[in-house]
């Protein structure tokens, strides 16, 4: 699929005694859609189980373990053009390692694939 536009236009948390706070959009666009339902069926392809559940919640965390929840809340948009994506090993725990496993780039939209 070619490179597409998410746009991120609120702030609020997710749930938990100690909730990240996030930036999201509140309704994903079909090209990210798309792609999530493409990597879902490549995974199952492979045999790999993914933990990820049925809802897609496109998101960037500015905040862990936030003391009190987020209320949700309108951000001025912030538009970022989706050329790769990645795969990370997130290692949680008292010291926490995000460690990038493999990255695949997606065609500038217009321009045809070799």
Known sequence: MPAF???IDSASSFRGPKPP???R???PSDSIQQLWRALGIALVGER???ESGSTLTPHVTVL?????????CPIQPIVWVVR???LIHSQLGRERRYTELGR???PDAGKSSP
Do not use: G, M
């Open 5 to 7: 536009n998410l746009a």
């Open 21 to 23: 706070w996030v930036l």
């Open 25 to 27: 959009c509140p309704e």
């Open 48 to 50: 790999i189980r993914s």
């Open 64 to 72: 862990r373990d936030a003391d009190k929840p987020l209320a949700p």
């Open 84 to 86: 790769d994506f990645v």
């Open 104 to 106: 695949w780039s997606l």
